[in-house]
């Protein structure tokens, strides 16, 4: 859903990445900035109860790192280095968010809500990992019911009202469990996609090796 903002979103700032050019950050560097800032985010600041500011922070950070597919389009640097690499910083940050996640609410006693976080943590990144398999057997698994930019924007809108106190932190709670059921469909959303068309290629290769009729055998 979110994600199709994304080439809109890279039109529309365009003058701000061919200005990081100008100033000599790479898009590289600017996957590797963006990251970090969202690792220092999540953990100094979600992690110690400040959610509010470590949501808006996160949220600016993700845009941030949101430049650098723009950059390397403008630059005539894509490719498949800048997607693996982004690919990867993105486990990262994702990772530390639901941990600092997992930490406040912990310190809050809402164990639901730590198992809840755990359970993105994980399906957040088996979803991915279906995409990575799926086109290293020559197949595609791309979309799906909740795609990484949808959880992650439902994420940090439910962990910014909670943090100025618009919402309970039950809220929040929920929220995860929600997100880790649609991280789950989405997974399974992927894995019969890649069923399907490995049984196309299949009946295709047979079809192919089926002679004519009236051939000799």
Same mark, same amino acid.
């Given at each position: ?5 994304? $080439? ?28 970090? $800032?969202?690792?220092?985010? %999540? ?7 400040? =959610? +509010? ?8 950070? /993700? ?11 403008? @630059?005539?640097? +894509? $490719? !498949?280095?800048? @997607?693996? =690499? ?15 996640? !997992? ?7 809402? !164990? ?12 957040? $990144?088996? /979803?991915?990992? %279906? ?24 994420? =940090?809108?439910?962990? +910014? ?6 919402? &309970? =932190?039950? /809220? ?5 469990? /929600?997100?880790? %059921?649609? @991280? ?26 089926? &002679?004519?009729?009236? %051939?000799?055998?």
């Amino acid at each position: 859903m979110f994600g199709r903002l994304r $080439g809109v979103i890279g039109r529309l700032f365009t003058p701000l990445a061919k200005g990081l050019l100008r100033i000599g950050l790479t898009p590289d560097a600017v996957t590797v900035i963006g990251t970090i $800032g969202t690792i220092a985010a %999540a953990l100094g600041l979600v992690a110690t109860g400040r =959610l +509010a500011g470590g949501a808006w922070l996160i949220a600016f950070f /993700v845009f941030f790192d949101s430049l650098d597919g723009t950059m390397a389009r403008i @630059s005539g640097t +894509a $490719g !498949a280095w800048g @997607s693996f =690499l982004d690919s990867v910083m993105d486990r990262f940050a994702d990772g530390a968010l639901f941990v600092a996640l !997992a930490i406040h609410l912990a310190a809050h006693g809402h !164990a639901w809500g730590v198992w809840g976080a755990l359970a993105c943590l994980v399906l957040g $990144g088996i /979803v991915p990992y %279906a995409r990575a398999k799926a086109e290293s057997i020559g197949c595609t698994a791309s979309g799906g019911l909740a795609e990484r930019s949808d959880r992650l924007v439902i994420t =940090l809108v439910a962990t +910014a009202f909670v943090g100025m106190s618009v919402l &309970p =932190l039950v /809220v929040l709670e929920v929220t995860l469990w /929600v997100l880790a %059921a649609l @991280s789950l469909v989405t997974a399974f959303q992927r894995i019969l996609g890649v069923r399907r068309q490995l049984r196309a290629r299949a009946a295709d290769a047979a079809g192919d090796a089926t &002679p004519p009729a009236g %051939a000799e055998a």
